[in-house]
C-alpha cells in the first residue's frame, strides 16, 4: 500500500514537472529564442528537479519526455504552439531561473511564482515604445546619408505603421497580414510627403520598412542551422522570408499606387530648396562624421533592442556594440577599401566575439544583446535596388521589357544582400563555432583565449 502511495506521488511530481518544462519551452519559443537555448535551459531546470529530459523541438510544436533512470517509464507531453513574438527579457530571465533552479534546488512552486511574475513584467510602457523605437529608423535615415527632413517624415511613417502592426499582433492577427499593412502605411506616409512637399525621399523610403525585417528570427535560423537543428533553422527561415515577401508587397503596393497619373495634383509645397539648405547646413565634416556613424549606430541598436524587449540592464552594451561595430564596418570601407560584405562580417564578429565578454558583465545570454547590436549593418541600400528593380519589372517599367543589363544588375542586389545577411548571421554565431562553448556562464573570453592557444600549441 506505501508503495502504490508513493508510486502515486512519484507520478503526479513527473506530471507537474512536465507541465512546468512545457510552459517554460512555450514562453521561449513565443520569445524569440534558438532551438540550442531552450534546450539548454530545460535541461537545465529538469535536472535541477531531479529528471532528465529529452526534447524534440520545431518552430510550431514541443515534445517533451521526462524520466528518472528507466527511459521506458518516461512521461511525454506534446503541446503546439502558434504565437509568435519576441521578448527578450522573458529570454533572459528564463535563463537565469535555470541556473537558479539547478544550482539552489528551488522548489516547483517557486519556479511557478517566479513564472508567473515574469509574465506579467512589462519592460516598457507603450508610450515608451511609440515615441523611441522609430528614432531607430532615424538614426538609419542618418547613416544612409539622409537628411534631417527626411528623418522628421521617418520617424512618423515609423511611428504609424509601427503602431499598426503591433496593434494588429496584440490582438493576435494574421502576422502576414500585420506586416504588409505596416509596410504599407509606411511607405505611403513617405511616398505621400514626398509629393505633397516635393522632396527627395530616397533615403527616408530605404530605411521605411527596415524596422519590421525579421533580422532576429533569421539569424535565430543561421544559428539552428550551425547547431544541426534543420528542421527549425528551415521553418525559421522560411517564416522569415515569407514576412520579407508581405513587407516587399507592401513596398510594391505603396510604390504602383504613387505611380498613377493622378498623383502629381497632390503636389501642394515645393520644399526641395529648402532640403537642399537644410542637408548642406548640418552635413557633418571631417572627425565628426566617425562621431555621428558611432553615435547613430548605437542609437539605431538602442531601438532595435526596445523593440525586442531587450532588458534594460543590457542596454549600454547594446549601445556599445551596435555603436562599435557600425564604425568598425564604417572604418574598414572608407580606410581599407574592404569588400563590403567582407567589412560587415568582420564588424559583426567583433560584436558577437565582444558579446562573450559582456555578458556576465550585463547578467544576460550575449545573443540578446548581439542581435539588436547588428541590426544597424542590415544592407537596407542594396535590398532597395533589388526592389526597386523587380518593381519596375512587374508594374511594366517604361512601356518596355527591361535589359538584360537591369535584369542582371537587379539580380547582383538581390544577391549581394542574401550574401551579406548570411555573412552577418555567420558574424553573430562565429564565436559558437570558435570556442565550441556550451555556455558562457562561469567562464572569462580571456581563459578561453589562453586555453585555446595552449591547446592549439
Sequence with gaps: MLEDS??????RKAHSVLNLLTEIGEMMITSGAHTARIIRNLERIAKGLGYNCELVLTYTGIVISVYKQNKFKAHTLAKTIKTKGLNFETISEISILSWDVLENKISIDEIKSTLKQIKAKKVYSDLQLY??????????CILFDGDWLQSIIVYFSTLFGYFARRSMMLKHHNHMVAFFIGATISTLFIHFMGVFCNIQVKEALVVSVLYLIPGAVMINSFIDYLEGYFESGTARLIYSLMLVLMIAFGFLTSTMIFNMPFVTTLNQFDFSVFQLQIKEALEPQGLWIEISKFIFGGITSLGFALMFNTPR??????FLLGALGYLIKFMLIKELDMNLTLSIFAASSFVGISGIYFAHRAHTPPIIFMIPAVINMI????????????????????GQKPSVEEVIQTFSYGISTVFILFALAFGVAFPVVVFKSYTV?????????????VRNN
Design 441 to 453: 556562464k562561469g567562464k572569462d573570453l580571456n581563459v578561453m583565449i589562453k586555453k585555446l592557444f
Design 131 to 140: 515615441a523611441l523605437v522609430p528614432l531607430a529608423s532615424v538614426a538609419l
Design 6 to 11: 508513493q508510486k502515486i506521488i512519484e507520478e
Design 379 to 398: 544592407p537596407g541600400l542594396l535590398s532597395y535596388e533589388f526592389m526597386m528593380g523587380m518593381i519596375d519589372w512587374i508594374s511594366g517599367g517604361k
Design 313 to 318: 540592464r543590457a542596454l549600454w552594451t547594446v
